[in-house]
């Protein structure tokens, strides 16, 4: 039985799983991947002591400062579900099961899917839920990014670099991602064709995509692109933590030391419901829950 199970590797978990292994406590991390969201990010200007740095350099630095130590990793798991029972908290993966004392839940969250016809059959040949992994391959290319934003705004300002033109597809009536992010998009007409009001119905093609459906103010035209990013909120990976409570959001409801409804089981990052998502908040709260996890280990009792 491990001492403590991170489920996630993300900037909660991994700064989790540095501050719990410091605490000599033992421990294993299980996670799909390497990053979450921090290595879908392009450029990062408000991580404090980086001026500026990239959503790829940043996760490799906190890749390579955590496999500094000698932290037990199950990378490609995937947590199907968390339980506590009367001897301790059992995790179940696509590959196996794991028992633990204590659980963080630092899983993240996922994109949201648009639900339209197309959707499905495309992913993959021309439509993405990330810029900053698949934008190289749009260069020179007419492309749409649907959301309004700071993570649609984010992707459109990674891809003005590369692609011919970007549509900026947004359902409400005006942007709503940072006014610094906004302004830069503002100042770049000649790439970025911002179309708010507007909503994709369908995504055609043959191979791959060649054209998207869109409805602004009630009437329907066509884009002709190659591709197609889907920025429009994102999903927490919390369904499989049944017992824990969660708000309307499906997030997962943590008290200031990280406490779920639980005892033993501790959430952090952008899975819980703690305001702002921001890389830097993800981080610290991964630190107070491995510290609230230690606490709670020096006085367990199964």
Not at 241 to 247: G, H, I, L, S
Request: aromatic residues 6%.
């Amino acid at each position: 039985m491990y001492d403590l199970i991170i489920i996630g590797a993300g900037p909660a978990g991994i700064t989790a799983s540095i501050y719990a292994i410091r605490k000599s406590i033992g421990l294993l991390v299980i996670s799909k991947d390497i990053g979450g969201q921090a290595a879908w990010s392009g450029d990062i200007e408000n991580y404090t002591g980086y001026q500026f740095i990239s959503g790829p350099e940043l996760t490799s630095k906190f890749e390579e400062h955590m496999r500094k130590y000698d932290i037990s990793l199950k990378e490609g798991e995937e947590a199907l579900e968390v339980r506590r029972g009367q001897d301790g908290i059992t995790v179940k993966t696509n590959k196996g099961a794991y028992e633990a004392k204590t659980v963080i839940i630092a899983s993240g969250k996922r994109s949201r899917e648009l639900d339209i016809p197309g959707e499905k059959e495309f992913k993959n040949r021309g439509l993405t839920y990330c810029a900053t992994c698949d934008g190289p391959l749009f260069a020179g290319k007419d492309v749409a990014v649907i959301g309004g934003g700071n993570s649609a705004l984010d992707a459109a300002l990674q891809l003005m670099r590369i692609a011919r033109r970007v549509y900026l597809i947004n359902i409400v009536s005006r942007l709503t991602g940072d006014p610094v992010m906004i302004e830069k998009i503002q100042g770049s007409d000649d790439i970025v064709c911002v179309m708010n009001n507007a909503k994709v119905r369908e995504i055609t093609g043959d191979k791959m995509v060649r054209m998207i459906k869109v409805e602004k103010n009630g009437k329907a035209e066509t884009l002709a692109v190659e591709g197609v990013f889907v920025e429009i909120g994102l999903i927490p990976n919390s369904a499989f933590a049944p017992d824990v409570a969660k708000n309307s959001l499906g997030e997962i409801k943590v008290d200031a030391f990280n406490q779920t409804n639980i005892p033993g089981i501790f959430a952090a990052g952008d899975v819980t419901d703690v305001p702002e998502k921001q890389i830097i908040i993800a981080a610290g709260e991964g630190s107070k829950a491995a510290l609230t996890a230690f606490r709670y280990l020096n006085s367990y009792k199964p």
